[in-house]
């Protein structure tokens, strides 16, 4: 497969139902923290949808698109500042499973200790990034990483922001410049309800989750 059989543009809440079924088949069944939990597709899906209702609403998402079929192969979702959920994602999250329960938990333990202190300044949070087995190891993820950190820079981010849990996008964040600025031990984090240390046997590089930044004032990023 060529780069040119490939175009991106970023993504809308039209393209909400293809965002939701690739995370659900090429995300969340590998994702490091989500198998530990050992989640259902229904689980998976219940999880994809609610962050890509709010997600999606930055416009600040890219997507990588099959030319020929015209079909969705990668996606990078990202944030920038925080979008208070609808009353209907809220009540989405409200009714989700205990297993995603600890997964949100997380996220807000992550929040409340690496976003809040940098509340001040506008900044991109990369959420997600994948793409479908059959388009890997052509640069896709890259280039969705790399188009992210320019959507930043236009938009005005003094930053991004990523949280790793995977070699590979340790690797992939690594090479486009993204330093790693603190590691959250997995082996010692504790849910804050159930005081479980409910993601010791996740597959993670060293135990941790990576804390990934990238200054942009400094940073030169290539035209799109």
């Known amino acids: 497969m060529s780069s040119q059989k490939i175009y991106y543009r970023i ?15 090429a995300y969340m069944p590998f994702e490091p923290l989500s198998k530990c939990l050992n989640l259902t597709r229904h689980e998976m899906r219940v999880y994809s949808t609610a962050l890509t ?8 998402s890219v997507g990588a698109f099959d030319t020929l079929t015209k ?15 609808t009353d209907e994602e809220e009540e989405m999250y409200n009714r989700m499973s205990d297993k995603l329960q600890y997964l949100v938990r997380f996220e807000n333990y992550t929040e409340k200790v690496f ?3 940098v509340i001040q300044s506008k900044f991109m949070h990369h959420e997600m990034l994948t793409v479908k087995e059959s388009f890997s190891k052509h640069g896709i993820g890259t280039e969705l990483s790399r188009r992210s950190i320019e959507i930043a820079s236009n938009r005005g981010c003094s930053f991004t922001l990523g949280f790793a849990t995977s070699y590979k996008s340790l690797l992939i964040v690594k090479k486009l410049g993204l330093e790693a600025v603190h590691k959250i031990d997995m082996l010692k ?7 479980e ?16 930044r990238m200054e942009l004032s400094t940073k030169k990023i290539s035209s799109l």
């Open 11 to 25: 993504l809308t809440q039209v393209d909400e139902p293809a965002v939701v079924e690739l995370l659900t088949e």
């Open 53 to 60: 209702r709010i997600v999606l609403r930055h416009n600040a």
């Open 71 to 85: 079909a969705i192969c990668g996606i990078a979702m990202n944030s920038i500042g925080k979008l208070d959920p």
């Open 115 to 117: 976003l809040k202190s």
């Open 189 to 195: 984090y504790r849910d804050p309800v159930t005081k």
């Open 197 to 212: 240390r409910i993601f010791v046997d996740a597959d993670l590089p060293e135990h941790c989750v990576f804390v990934m």
